[in-house]
């Protein structure tokens, strides 16, 4: 299973739902649900033109299961280095919680 971080990586480039569904004819509602990690059996035709819009790869849209320590590792160095309430600890946090629900399934 896999953790769509579709919504992050959006943000980051300062692109609206509106736009990148502008942009990627795709429905915005639709694209709502993939960033919530509501739908996970996106064709690929569709991770393709997402990962375009955002200039990645489609295998960076997403986390794996098989990213889980990475990640761990990844909040604990934000959580020595900004501390605990950190964003980027928050964020790595809800990523793990979210993986660890497929390992768990």
């Known amino acids: 299973m896999f953790v ?4 992050d990586l959006r943000e980051e ?9 502008e942009k990627t004819g795709l429905n915005k509602e639709y694209l709502k649900q993939l960033e919530n990690n509501e739908i996970h059996d ?15 790869s489609v295998q ?7 990213d889980y320590e990475k990640l761990r590792k990844e909040m604990h160095t934000h959580i020595n280095k900004c501390g605990v309430n950190s964003k980027e600890a928050k964020r790595i946090s809800c990523i793990l919680d979210m993986l660890q629900n497929f390992m768990y399934k």
């Not at 960076?60 to 098989?66: K, S």
């Open 4 to 7: 769509f971080i579709i919504k």
């Open 42 to 56: 996106a064709p690929y035709s569709t991770l393709f033109k997402i990962a375009s819009e955002l200039g990645i």
């Open 13 to 21: 480039r300062g692109i609206t739902l509106k736009q990148l569904a």
């Open 60 to 66: 960076n849209l997403y986390y794996t299961v098989e």
